[in-house]
């Protein structure tokens, strides 16, 4: 007989990451969330079906732009490395999978355009 009673589709889903990459993917997504809160773009969250009392993107409204806007506004106000913005794609991509939502492709293509270009862009201004 089978121990895995317990099985579930999204359980496996759940399971493609570590707990630790999870908290710091719930970290990347809740600065997201917070600069949504500060934009005044609370149309791009919904409450959390995760963690009871916390918002989190609501990715049927949140469009790739609004993550451009994110990444703008993050580089400029904050000293930040290429790896912390690569942190919050990834977060973002994997919520995208939380969410049972297809990942737009950007988030893949031009994503990589523009990490490159804020990788030199950085560099040349030091």
């Not at 809740?30 to 809160?37: E, M, P, R, S, Y």
């Not at 990490?115 to 201004?125: I, L, M, P, R």
């Amino acid at each position: 007989m089978s121990t895995n009673s317990d099985f579930t589709i999204e359980g496996a889903r759940r399971s493609r990451i570590s707990d630790s990459t999870r908290l710091g993917y719930l970290s990347g997504i809740k600065q997201v969330v917070n600069w949504a809160v500060m934009a005044g773009k609370p149309e791009l969250l919904m409450p959390s079906t995760e963690h009871e009392g916390r918002m989190t993107l609501d990715l049927r409204v949140f469009a790739y732009e609004n993550f451009l806007e994110f990444i703008v506004w993050t580089v400029r106000e904050r000293d930040i490395g290429l790896g912390a913005l690569s942190g919050y794609r990834s977060a973002v991509k994997s919520l995208y999978i939380d969410q049972g939502i297809a990942l737009p492709e950007p988030y893949d293509g031009d994503m990589k355009v523009i990490f490159s270009g804020t990788e030199f862009y950085s560099e040349t201004k030091k």
